[in-house]
């Protein structure tokens, strides 16, 4: 029997710890997306860990800037990236205001809302695929920049709201390399950051960095 997912919201306090502590312990919250035509629920399944100064994947890695100004707290809030020209990922900030780490959302399960992720993912073969891999989970939440820097944690009406669900136990969650990023932020015997439940059909699969090529 699959457990009801408990609809309290999670506290501040709970991403204000290392995000190699934070990130397992998504797996399994849900995460809700209040919109004009209707709210969408995503259990996680799949999260990758970065961390900020000691860590070349990070987009924090070499300090503070303009796009990256969200993940250095406070933690509990929404970071969300344009990447290679056509998508949105969206991330949780974690750890002490002042320190860049956050949690890359990878995928996840729609468990409320599926009619309305639909419209948004019209590729999906199946609902297991709605919200397979970082940029399909946006656009099946509909997130986009207008969202960054929104409190997950915040009380009241609010588009983004990360709540308790059902915490996975640590016999069923999954570690390794982060998928498709470069050199050493990429090497899974250094950063095995990539966390994901074990035997879950919307968990992407992995698929190691390779090179844009350059146009002539």
Known sequence: ????????????????????????????????????????????TEVEAYDGPNDPGSHAYRGRTARNSVMFGPPGHVYVYFTYGMWFCMNLVCGPEGRASAVLLRAGEIIEGAELARTRRLSARNDKELAKGPARLATALGVDRSLNGTDACASGDTPLRMLTGVPVPSDQVRNGPRTGVAGEGGDGDIHPWRYWIADDPTVSPYRAHVPRRRRS
Do not use: K
């Open 1 to 44: 029997m699959i457990a009801t997912p408990d609809r309290t919201p999670l506290p501040r306090s709970f991403f204000d710890r290392p995000v190699l502590e934070v990130a397992p312990d998504l797996l399994g919250r849900v995460l809700v997306r209040t919109t004009p035509d209707g709210p969408i629920a995503l259990r996680l």
